[in-house]
């Protein structure tokens, strides 16, 4: 009986505990990402298999930035064009947010989990959106990375 208690307690810790965002690991967000899936908040998935577009991100020190939607190319460029999103990062009560804003709207996402490979962020919905950084696109097979 004490083994199943200290189980149960020691998944309550694990389950409870949530990445802490700090200042300095800002950084990571910059570069490109590729959305994995999604999860509504009914637990449902969505998957992404290819993606025609990613996330860049740019944000500088004073967690200021952009995100714009790039067009991966086969010879591992990115097609971009003019419009991008004025991204600011906020952190407020132990919870990290980026807050988006265009001409035309504003809105923020939580930052749930943000690693050198990875980030999860929800929005005001409850959708979850899990990216992974993009890596370069070589469908030629010939072994050789592309820049």
């Known amino acids: 009986m004490k083994n199943l208690v200290n189980i149960v307690l020691l998944s309550i810790l694990l389950v409870s505990c949530k990445q802490q965002i700090q200042p300095s690991d800002v950084v990571k967000i910059n570069g490109y990402w590729e959305i994995e899936k999604v999860v509504f908040d009914q637990g449902k998935e969505k998957e992404y298999g290819v993606n025609q577009n990613f996330d860049y991100f740019q944000i500088d020190t004073n967690n200021k930035g952009i995100r714009k939607k790039v067009a991966p190319q086969l ?71 592309t820049k």
């Not at 419009?83 to 600011?88: I, L, P, S």
């Not at 990875?118 to 929005?123: C, D, I, K, R, Y």
């Open 75 to 145: 010879d591992g460029t990115f097609l971009v064009n003019d419009a991008y999103e004025n991204v600011t990062v906020r952190f407020q009560d132990d919870k990290t947010f980026l807050d988006y804003s265009t001409p035309y709207m504003k809105y923020s996402e939580e930052i749930i989990e943000l690693t050198a490979e990875e980030l999860v962020v929800t929005n005001a919905q409850k959708k979850e959106y899990h990216y992974k950084k993009a890596t370069a696109i070589n469908l030629l097979g010939d072994g050789k990375k």
